[in-house]
């Protein structure tokens, strides 16, 4: 993660969660790719935090995995499991909501 660090620790399992639904399956380090495309370089989610918060999520058994071979090399792949689809959705709703809040109290500062 870069300097948004601080930002971002209390919203990664819901960007993890926005990304696994908009994508289905992907591995880690495509959704540190699709985080850093989606905004322009901005946000930067490193391997070494991604992995403990997959795994979390995994434990909590909101998000499953399986490997799957690719070129010769086993990816491991997370995706959300089907009874949790309507939690991701409030999830990314309430920070969506939350953000929007946040924007209302700054923005006079701008």
Request: proline residues 2%; aromatic residues 8%.
């Amino acid at each position: 993660m870069n300097k948004n660090k601080e930002f971002l620790s209390g919203t990664l399992n819901t960007i993890i969660l926005a990304l696994l639904k908009e994508h289905g399956k992907m591995y880690g380090y495509e959704i540190c790719s699709s985080a850093k495309e989606k905004t322009n370089n901005a946000i930067i989610l490193t391997e070494g935090a991604i992995y403990p918060a997959l795994h979390k999520l995994e434990k909590k058994g909101i998000i499953e995995s399986s490997k799957q071979l690719i070129n010769g090399r086993t990816r491991k792949y997370y995706e959300i499991r089907k009874a949790h689809l309507d939690t991701v959705d409030e999830k990314v709703q309430t920070l969506y909501d939350f953000t929007t809040l946040i924007q209302a109290l700054l923005k006079p500062s701008l």
